[in-house]
C-alpha cells in the first residue's frame, strides 16, 4: 500500500492577524487531506502568532485533532528590518524545513492567500504518481480580500477553467525565475531541497521567492504545471505597499 506524503505548509505572516485566521490559516484546516504540518513564522512582525493560533483554535474548537501546528517567531522587529536591509523570514524558513520537519512536500502560503480544499489532496497524488518531478506549481483563483471575509464566501465563487493570467508580479519586483507565478503556487520535494541544498536566502532576505526559485531553476530545470487548481491569490490595489485600506477593513 502507497504510503500518502507529508506536507509542510510554511505560512508567513505580517501583522494581519484577521486575515491569516479567516483565510490562510482556515483553508488549510478545511483541507480534505490530513497528513499536514502547518508552520507559522513572522516576517518582522509585532503580531504573536501563539496568540493567532490560540484564538483561532478558540473559536473553531470543530478543528482539534486536525494537523500539526507550530509557530516560530523571529524575535525580530520591522524597524531592525529595515535598518538590516532584509527580513530574517529565509534563515527561519530552512531552520523549520531540515530541522523541525519530516515532511515529504513543502510549500508557501501568504497570510492573505488560501489553500483550495481539494490542492493538499491533489498534491499529494501528483507527486505519487509523478516520482521525477521535484518541484511544481498549480492553478489560482484570483480574488480580492476587500469583497470577501473569510474562507467560506471563497469557497462559493466561480473557480477559473484555466491558469490565470494576472501579473501577479507586475509590482516591479524580480519576477520568479522558473515561471511567473506567486510565491505560494510552488511546491517541492523536502528532500531534494536538503539534498541540493537549495536553501532560502540568508540570514538577509530581500526577494524571497525570486531567490528560491532561481535556485530551483539552475539546478533542476523548468518547473512544471501540475495544472491543480490550488489556491486562491489575494489580489487589490495596495498588492505590496501600506495596505492601509486592507488594514482598516479586515483588522477592525
Not at 524575535?75 to 523549520?96: C, I, P, V
Not at 480544499?117 to 492553478?139: A, F
Not at 506567486?182 to 531567490?211: G, Y
Given at each position: 500500500m502507497i504510503k500518502d506524503l507529508k506536507?509542510?505548509?510554511?505560512?508567513?505572516?505580517?501583522?494581519?492577524?484577521?486575515?491569516?485566521?479567516?483565510?490562510?490559516?482556515?483553508?488549510?484546516?478545511?483541507s480534505h487531506y490530513t497528513n499536514w504540518?502547518?508552520?507559522?513564522?513572522?516576517?518582522?512582525?509585532?503580531?504573536?502568532?501563539?496568540?493567532?493560533?490560540?484564538?483561532?483554535?478558540?473559536?473553531?474548537?470543530h478543528y482539534n485533532g486536525r494537523g500539526k501546528v507550530k509557530v516560530?517567531?523571529?524575535?525580530?522587529?520591522?524597524?531592525?528590518?529595515?535598518?538590516?536591509?532584509?527580513?530574517?523570514?529565509?534563515?527561519f524558513a530552512n531552520t523549520a524545513i531540515e530541522k523541525h520537519s519530516n515532511?515529504?512536500?513543502?510549500?508557501?502560503?501568504?497570510?492573505?492567500?488560501?489553500?483550495?480544499?481539494?490542492?493538499l489532496k491533489e498534491l499529494n497524488s501528483y507527486y505519487l504518481e509523478n516520482s521525477e518531478v521535484i518541484y511544481s506549481y498549480c492553478r489560482?483563483?484570483?480574488?480580492?480580500?476587500?469583497?470577501?471575509?473569510?474562507i467560506f464566501e471563497l469557497q462559493k465563487i466561480h473557480l477559473l477553467d484555466e491558469p490565470s493570467e494576472h501579473p501577479l508580479n507586475a509590482s516591479g519586483s524580480i519576477p520568479n525565475?522558473?515561471?511567473?507565478?506567486?510565491?505560494?503556487?510552488?511546491?517541492?520535494?523536502?528532500?531534494?531541497?536538503?539534498k541540493d541544498k537549495i536553501f532560502f536566502d540568508f540570514?538577509?532576505?530581500?526577494?524571497?521567492d525570486a531567490d528560491l526559485y532561481q535556485?530551483?531553476?539552475?539546478?533542476?530545470?523548468?518547473?512544471?504545471?501540475?495544472?491543480?487548481?490550488?489556491?486562491?491569490?489575494?489580489?487589490?490595489?495596495d498588492q505590496l505597499g501600506s495596505r492601509d485600506q486592507i488594514y482598516k477593513i479586515l483588522e477592525t
Amino acid at each position: 500500500m502507497i504510503k500518502d506524503l507529508k506536507i509542510e505548509i510554511l505560512l508567513f505572516y505580517y501583522d494581519r492577524p484577521k486575515m491569516a485566521s479567516n483565510f490562510a490559516i482556515a483553508s488549510v484546516f478545511e483541507s480534505h487531506y490530513t497528513n499536514w504540518e502547518l508552520t507559522l513564522i513572522d516576517d518582522s512582525s509585532n503580531q504573536d502568532g501563539e496568540k493567532i493560533v490560540k484564538e483561532f483554535k478558540e473559536k473553531n474548537p470543530h478543528y482539534n485533532g486536525r494537523g500539526k501546528v507550530k509557530v516560530i517567531a523571529t524575535g525580530d522587529s520591522l524597524e531592525e528590518k529595515e535598518k538590516r536591509g532584509g527580513s530574517l523570514f529565509g534563515s527561519f524558513a530552512n531552520t523549520a524545513i531540515e530541522k523541525h520537519s519530516n515532511a515529504d512536500i513543502c510549500l508557501m502560503l501568504c497570510d492573505d492567500d488560501a489553500l483550495h480544499k481539494n490542492y493538499l489532496k491533489e498534491l499529494n497524488s501528483y507527486y505519487l504518481e509523478n516520482s521525477e518531478v521535484i518541484y511544481s506549481y498549480c492553478r489560482v483563483a484570483i480574488y480580492n480580500p476587500l469583497d470577501h471575509e473569510n474562507i467560506f464566501e471563497l469557497q462559493k465563487i466561480h473557480l477559473l477553467d484555466e491558469p490565470s493570467e494576472h501579473p501577479l508580479n507586475a509590482s516591479g519586483s524580480i519576477p520568479n525565475a522558473c515561471c511567473l507565478v506567486d510565491a505560494s503556487q510552488v511546491s517541492w520535494r523536502r528532500d531534494s531541497f536538503l539534498k541540493d541544498k537549495i536553501f532560502f536566502d540568508f540570514p538577509l532576505t530581500s526577494n524571497l521567492d525570486a531567490d528560491l526559485y532561481q535556485k530551483m531553476s539552475d539546478k533542476w530545470g523548468d518547473c512544471k504545471e501540475n495544472k491543480i487548481l490550488g489556491q486562491y491569490k489575494a489580489v487589490f490595489t495596495d498588492q505590496l505597499g501600506s495596505r492601509d485600506q486592507i488594514y482598516k477593513i479586515l483588522e477592525t
